[in-house]
């Protein structure tokens, strides 16, 4: 466990990075941070720190930068998670208190805001969709041959699709596919279509087997369907010095490319918490390099899905951590 002097030099050392991104100095911190130590004394405790893996040293400079360890120590321990101003508190509530229909829109609202006020490349992803409670499936015919579905959950997701048939499909058919499917399908999972309910249902059907087997083959479509991502500021990370790097910038380029490794990676939290991985604290090692801090986001008991943010390890977790609390206690006070 770090004293109070090493806790303070180390903070310093955290916050005087990520705003130079350059080594510190034991000067700079005696001149800057105010701190009641002898530039000697704050060289030693810096010495120590390093020593016990707080501090990286670059070749090429004879000032400290935050380890990994360094990192997360600042992130559990020093953090100050209030960090967002009056204005920053005004541009949220104005931004949220947009009329919104479908729980999608308001997930790419705060994911834009997100953005805005951090400066980082945003993403977030819907809730999971075999896990959603059906609230009705609506056939609509829009001809007489092709037919809309259209399945509403609980937690307000909507899906659509639409079939084309070779024959003519008439309204009294669609009012039984509408009867047959809401009575055993209301208040279940989407997971529940599954092959013995396809069979039940074929067998309830007195009419052709070509009306219902593409009906049950696009609702498992929508089922196997991964989670639409929302990206936002992905122009903003090369900005920042670490993304000089080619190597760096190609990288970032390709996780934000891959959908499966977006998807995992906002996956991998907690409900309702803020999850903070550092470096090679990411289980994928093509996220070796950056920092991911995610927020699981919901209305009441309905989930709207996952909200990250991916940047350099140097990030200002203060910022992040504070404006993902505020966005998160704002959307929780809304209604759908």
């Known amino acids: 466990m770090l004293d109070k002097r090493k806790k303070q030099i180390l903070q310093a050392v955290v916050d005087e990075y990520i705003n130079t991104a350059e080594p510190v100095s034991s000067g700079t911190l005696v001149k800057k941070y105010g701190l009641n130590y002898s530039s000697a004394t704050v060289r030693n405790e810096l010495a120590e720190l390093e020593s016990i893996g707080y501090l990286d040293k670059p070749h090429t400079s004879s000032g400290r930068i935050p380890s990994e360890k360094g990192y997360r120590f600042y ?82 997701l909507i899906k659509e699709t639409i079939i084309k048939y070779d024959d003519d499909i008439t309204q009294s058919q669609v009012e039984t596919l509408n009867n047959l499917f809401n009575s055993k399908l209301k208040g279940k999972p989407l997971s529940k279509i599954d092959k013995p309910m396809e069979e039940y249902i074929l067998s309830e059907i007195t009419y052709s087997i070509d009306v219902i087997k593409p009906i049950i083959e696009q609702i498992n479509k929508i089922i196997e369907q991964q989670s639409s991502i929302y990206l936002e500021g992905a122009n903003k990370a090369f900005d920042l010095p670490e993304f000089k790097s080619l190597e760096l910038a190609k990288n970032f380029i390709n996780v934000l490319d891959t959908k499966d490794l977006v998807i995992d990676m906002l996956n991998s939290g907690i409900a309702k918490d803020i999850n903070v991985y550092i470096g090679k604290e990411n289980d994928n090692d093509k996220l070796k390099d950056f920092s991911i801090v995610t927020f699981k986001h919901s209305i009441g008991h309905k989930d709207l899905g996952t909200i990250g943010i991916i940047g350099p390890k140097r990030m200002d977790y203060s910022k992040v951590i504070s404006v993902m609390k505020y966005i998160s206690k704002k959307m929780n006070e809304k209604d759908l």
């Open 75 to 156: 992130v559990d321990e020093l953090l100050n998670d209030e960090d967002i101003s009056v204005e920053e508190i005004k541009y949220i509530q104005n931004k949220l208190s947009t009329k919104v229909n479908e729980i999608e829109d308001l997930t790419k609202i705060a994911t834009s805001t997100l953005s805005e006020i951090t400066h980082y490349t945003t993403v977030a992803i819907g809730p999971k969709t075999e896990t959603q409670i059906i609230q009705e499936i609506k056939f609509v015919l829009l001809g007489s041959r092709m037919l809309m579905i259209v399945i509403m959950t609980e937690d307000g």
